[in-house]
């Protein structure tokens, strides 16, 4: 399988922002979709954005209007921009790649292994 690497996660207090990036360890020429999970302690899974290969963004509601994905083609690179932050938003944040057509989330995609994103005082 194809290893994403997610960078910029960290602790920032309530209101701060941060910027999640994430880059495949190589190149990729089938994309169908991609997007950002998050897993916080004592919880499953849940996928907070997602970005068609058409360039259509959702969002799941605990973070709309706060967050934005968006991807840079030429540089093989997404990103989740993150602001408002809150402390429910504390979790390790995943970027993942649908790469086969079996849809977003699929253990055959592609996936990193996380970054830490601490939302404290």
């Known amino acids: 399988q194809v290893q994403l690497v997610e960078s910029g996660g960290g602790l920032v207090q309530p209101g701060g922002s941060l910027t999640l990036s994430c880059v495949p360890s190589?190149?990729?020429?089938?994309?169908?979709?991609m997007g950002w999970y998050r897993q916080a302690p004592g919880k499953q899974r849940e996928l907070v954005a997602l970005i068609s290969n058409a360039g259509t963004a959702n969002y799941a509601d605990p973070v709309k209007g706060r967050f934005t994905i968006s991807r840079d083609i030429d540089k093989n690179t997404m990103f989740l921009q993150m602001n408002s932050l809150k402390p429910e938003d504390t979790a390790v944040y995943y970027c993942?790649?649908?790469?086969?057509?079996?849809?977003?989330?699929?253990?055959?995609?592609?996936w990193g292994q996380g970054t830490q994103v601490t939302v404290s005082t």
């Open positions: 993942n790649a649908d790469t086969e057509g079996y849809g977003l989330g699929s253990e055959s995609g592609a």
């Open positions: 190589r190149s990729i020429t089938s994309i169908y979709a």
